[in-house]
Every structure is written in C-alpha cells, then in structure tokens.
T-cell receptor, first 112, second 111 residues
C-alpha cells in the first residue's frame, strides 16, 4: 500500500501524559499537513511542512503541541501534558506542491 | 465564524430518495472541492469545481459551483446506503494552499 499511513490508529491515555503520532506520507510528496477533527466536524488545519521545513502553524497549535519532519519524509506530532479537550482524530495528509491532498486514516486520541 | 457553512448538518433518508446539501460562504473562491469521509477513514476527494456556474457529475452525484463562486451544492439522486458518510466542502486558502474545510453534512442512508 503506497498511501499515507498513520500510527497508532487509536490511542487512549490519561490526562497529563504525553503522546506521539507518526505519519508516513506518499514517498514523492514534499508537502505534509496535520489536521485535527472532532466528532461530526470538518478537519481543522494545524500545521504543514514543505520538505523538512515547518512553514505554517495554526493558532490551534498550542505550546503543548510540537511537530517535526526531520528528514523531509515521515513526520511526528507530539502532544505534551494531554488534556481532555485534546481528544480528537488527528489526520495527516500529503501532496505535491499545489497538488491534491491525500489523507491517511487518522489517529484517534482519547484522553481520560 | 466559519468560512464555509454547510447545511443541513445531518440528513437521514431512505434508499432511493434524492437530496441536496449546500456549502455557503460570503467569500469568493477560485475553486472549491467536495470530499466524502467514511467512519474511521480520512476524507477522499470527490470533485474540484473551478468556474462559476460549473456543473460536474460523478455517477449519481451532481456538483454545482455558484455563479459568483461563493457557494456550491451537491445533489445525490437515488441515494444508496453506500453514500453514507460525512460530506465536506473545502477551499484552498493562504500561501500554503492548505485546505479549509466546511462544517460538514453527515448523511445516513437506510434501507
């Protein structure tokens, strides 16, 4: 399968713990996006990378959130000191510059 | 306020019925996209409309871009259970051409 893959698919954690999600984009895609989606709502933009450079971050991305794409390939999204309000689906997408975005299946986070 | 407002929020219909969902904004866009998202999956692109007044058909789905390029509609003819999902409109915004999604319409089609 050469689509966008995300890991883990589901994560249940206790409030205050740190969690990390990984995204492996389509190999030739130089853009990578992270979105957050709460139940029944449209995805909200969090941040994007072009190659290894993080070029834009949403105001939704508080100081507890950090994203990296160290070699311009896979990306990680870490949430520190999780809160119940962080419970959501975290979606990754990749694209060529100005190309169609292809989404992964998402990582669902539940914070107890 | 949301850039893209979709209506209705939720629609439950029986197989064989027709339906229309709407995506509205006060802003003008160069293009607009429609996605479908099934439970536990990421959104999948259905269509991109570019020209004001443009109509595109994808099997039983008909997409229209408003003349002023501020709104769009999606009409489904003879809905089937496989049409069940979250329908999202989206536009490219900002220098990153990132997608900004609408509020979504959740469609449930029952037998």
């Amino acid at each position: 399968d050469t689509g966008v893959s995300q890991d883990p698919r589901h994560k249940i954690t206790k409030r205050g713990q740190n969690v990390t999600f990984r995204c492996d984009p389509i190999s030739e895609h130089n853009r990578l996006y992270w979105y957050r989606q709460t139940l029944g709502q449209g995805p909200e933009f969090l941040t994007y990378f072009q190659n290894e450079a993080q070029l834009e971050k949403s105001r939704l991305l508080s100081d507890r959130f950090s994203a990296e794409r160290p070699k311009g390939s896979f990306s990680t999204l870490e949430i520190q000191r999780t809160e119940q309000g962080d419970s959501a689906m975290y979606l990754c997408a990749s694209s060529l510059v100005e190309g169609e975005l292809f989404f992964g299946e998402g990582s669902r986070l539940t914070v107890l | 306020t949301q850039l893209l407002e979709q209506s209705p929020q939720f629609l439950s219909i029986q197989e064989g019925e027709n339906l229309t969902v709407y995506c509205n904004s006060s802003s003008v866009f160069s293009s607009l996209q429609w996605y479908r998202q099934e439970p536990g999956e990421g959104p999948v692109l259905l269509v991109t409309v570019v020209t004001g007044g443009e109509v595109k058909k994808l099997k039983r789905l008909t997409f229209q871009f408003g003349d002023a390029r501020k709104d769009s509609s999606l009409h489904i003819t003879a809905a089937q259970p496989g049409d069940t999902g979250l329908y999202l409109c989206a536009v490219r915004t900002g220098t990153a051409s990132k997608l900004t999604f609408g509020t979504g319409t959740r469609l449930q089609v029952t037998l």
